[in-house]
């Protein structure tokens, strides 16, 4: 998907909100566990329920990996399920050296077919570059991640006082465009937005950290959003898990109606 | 296994030497393509010709994942292949927040009973520690990486002049110890081994890098090699390419013997 359908996608559906499919078999409710492929019926009537609420499905590749062969199958059975016109994001955190990356490129725009792939930058270019020569597929660059470990080195200052993930924004933002480009920048780091909305200006943001990790999505727009809206909002646990029981699918679309109302809203204040 | 057995098979084999599995079925020998797995026959007949010479098999998972399931397939039935003494490294470069790593860590410890797996650092701890609650598992840390685009934000200096690379051994060597931490450090980076060494003398060192990419066996055991010997060099396309013809398995023994050799020299000169 290219950056001018999926900014008609956010005005259009009024919403800029990304659903983690982080799919956790043992966090599923019982009663799907007598189907045959239950990761993929959780995530069926999760699509089913959410997709007229939402921009991107975030598949999360370590809850499918750890399950081998029918992890894989499950992922794959879900990204063909996900419709045509939202964006679908392999949450993967990869990144090697450049032929071996674009072994990795291609198992996942190629094979899978997914529209962007998260990535790890520690080893550099051509870790990253290789995801970029694919039409209308993104790189999505780890910048500054939720958790606690983004603390252990993202934010290490150089000698000219700049921290490590200003670095990496600044150096990588080379590599490619605002067209096949995005940031990963967590929700509870939205003190940092300002400042890396002035390098970024124009490049969209995957914004996870809202809902169980503690970000809010006020905070989020006010300091990332752009003209273009710029900002994938993605929430996890905070939909998926809303209910554990049978009404699993009705309560992650009253979840996910809460975040697109606040979205709506936050869009029209924005002029989009 | 455990560091001790490690060890023990360094110095009873007389060899450091790792055979990075990366096998890409667009460069295997034709006549393997019309066999069911040419993947796994393909491991199986260099596994076969080189066990007695290595003490390490490395697949990088890239060249697996690009395959799909039967990718998949092919690596549960190479690793189940690989004799119980010989060290497995799944060089997967995997690493997420903590609940997430830890699904990476019981897709390859559990579910494919690697020894090891590759982690990049730069989410920090949580991305980590997952991987060494596993007992008689590794976590091998990227430090410093051989391609060119490790030069990118590796080397960066903080206000104190210490660069990136030595910042994450400092920090991430307290999370765990040298029984389930080694590092990467590729063999293009040998006048920074000195250095490393003197922040984990005793971890042990995965070094990539040998070979195709120009590092030499020789200046790494000099600058990296401790006690118990403390190195794993890493050789892939100098040895599973070594001839694209029906000699295959013949040529990577001859040229795992020749690094095995050499190699054995090194150990006796170090008193190993």
């Known amino acids: ?8 996608q956010i005005k259009s559906k009024r919403s800029f909100l990304c659903i983690g499919l982080d799919t956790d078999i043992k966090k599923i409710p019982s009663h799907l566990l007598e189907l045959e492929d239950p990761v993929f019926e959780f995530n069926k009537q999760i ?3 959410t997709k007229d609420l939402c921009v991107a499905y975030k598949p999360n590749i370590a809850f499918y990996e750890s399950m081998g062969v029918n992890g894989w199958n499950s992922l794959q059975k879900t990204l063909d399920y996900i419709p045509k016109d939202i964006f679908t994001i392999a949450d993967a955190k990869r990144g090697d ?10 198992a996942f725009f190629e094979n899978m077919n997914f529209d962007s792939v998260t990535i790890a930058p ?5 870790s990253v570059t290789p995801f970029l020569e694919f039409e209308d597929k993104w790189a999505i660059v780890l910048a500054l991640t939720s958790n606690k ?4 080195f993202q934010k290490t200052e150089d000698k000219n006082g700049k921290q490590l993930f200003e670095q990496v924004l600044e150096t990588s ?16 780091r939205v003190e940092q937005l300002a400042e890396i ?8 943001l995957l914004v ?4 169980a990790q503690g970000g809010n999505v006020q905070d989020v727009a006010k300091y990332g959003m752009n003209e273009d809206c710029g900002i994938l909002v993605n929430s996890s646990r905070g939909i998926i898990y809303a209910s554990s029981d049978i009404d699993f699918a009705e309560k992650a679309r009253e979840e996910s109606e809460k975040l697109q109302h606040k979205m709506d809203i936050l869009l029209s204040e924005n002029g989009i």
């Not at 470990?149 to 252990?152: F, P």
């Open 47 to 49: 699509i089913d329920a």
């Open 122 to 126: 520690y080893m550099g270019s051509d």
């Open 173 to 188: 933002k080379q590599w490619g465009t605002e067209k096949n480009m995005m940031y990963v920048v967590g929700a509870t």
């Open 149 to 152: 470990g983004g603390l252990d």
């Open 208 to 211: 996870p950290g809202v809902g």
């Open 197 to 204: 909305r002035k390098i970024i200006p124009n490049h969209f």
């Open 1 to 8: 998907m290219n950056r001018e359908e999926l900014v008609r």
């Open 97 to 106: 050296i450049g032929n071996t990356s674009n072994m990795y490129a291609r």
